[in-house]
């Protein structure tokens, strides 16, 4: 999981003595990356290094390091036969047991990656967007749903910002830079207003909009007639959930909908991060925070 600075405050309010394990190298293949880490106390456990045997050793190594007050621990553990695992990689697993300075840097770290999470606009706050809304609520993305009727906006999760606005396209505008935009509203001629908004905008990873064939036919009618390169429309999800909705279940309920458009939603945004070079902060990087 990615955690959050509030679940890490959370947790280390009722596990003060707590362990943390890190990848701190990844040799071969492994289920998660260098960097990944999970907290674990006498008690309990948050994050994941990538589950299975490996992550069952790992904890219980943390624990007799509890037990004994240690300060930690360095393990080195191959990924095959001998732990049950058939990744057939190497990691290297760094347990440390985190004091105040320790917990300050790494919440500084985590709340540092959740600041630089990218930004998904959800316009219309109907069925599939709420439906959209709920799917990508967990996911490390800061969520806005956008719509005209402010009663439509409540009842959406905690994690998700809503805005209630009458001209939703001046939103697209101020949106911050490399967001994604999905249009879902009630009306057809306010999608295309939005659409033609977030085509312009060059840094735009993902532009979708909820439709049909017929829909796309006759937003390239207007957004040509408009002026606009019809070049532009290779950058629509026109439907949204593309190719897995056109050839997949052809099942038009909103909950699946909203999880085919928010795996393309994913897939788009993420891969942007990868072109920039762009790491989320799933973890410590290798002594950062714990001095080792």
């Keep these: 999981m990615t955690l959050s600075g509030q679940a890490l405050r959370a947790f280390l309010g009722a596990h003060p003595a707590t362990i943390v394990a890190e990848l701190s190298a990844v040799r071969g293949s492994s289920p998660r990356e260098t960097g990944a880490f999970m907290l674990i106390s006498a008690a309990g456990q948050i994050g ?19 037990r004994a007050g240690g300060s930690g621990d360095d393990l080195d553990i191959p990924l095959g036969p001998e732990i049950g695992q058939c990744c057939g990689g190497r990691v290297d697993v760094s347990l ?41 609520a ?25 805005h209630a606005v009458p001209m939703p396209e001046a939103m697209v505008r101020r949106a911050p830079p490399g967001s994604s935009y999905a249009i879902l509203t ?26 049909s064939k017929t829909k796309r036919a006759r937003f390239q009618s207007w957004y040509a007639a408009e002026g606009h390169p019809v070049a532009e429309l290779a950058h629509l999800m026109l439907p949204i959930g593309g190719k897995a909705f056109v050839s997949g279940p052809g099942d038009k309920r909103p909950e699946v909908i909203a999880a ?15 072109e920039l070079g762009i790491r989320p902060v799933t973890a410590l990087q290798s002594g950062a925070v714990v001095g080792h």
Excluded: C, K, N, W
């Design 260 to 274: 085919l458009a928010a795996a393309e939603i994913l897939v788009h945004t993420l891969g942007r991060e990868v």
């Design 186 to 211: 009630h009306d057809h001629a306010l999608d295309f207003l939005i659409g033609a908004e977030a085509l312009q905008r060059r840094d735009a990873p993902y532009v979708g909009m909820v439709g």
């Design 48 to 66: 994941t290094i990538g589950g299975g045997a490996l992550e069952y050793m790992v904890i219980d190594r943390a624990r007799q390091v509890l």
């Design 138 to 162: 967990p996911l490390p993305l800061h969520v806005h749903v956008v719509d005209t009727r402010p009663p439509e906006l409540s009842g959406l999760p905690d994690l998700v910002a809503t």
């Design 96 to 136: 440390r047991r985190l004091d105040e300075l320790a917990v300050a840097r790494l919440i500084g770290r985590i709340e540092a990656e959740v600041a630089a999470r990218p930004h998904v606009f959800l316009f219309g706050a109907g069925h599939v967007g709420r439906a959209l809304a709920h799917a990508l």
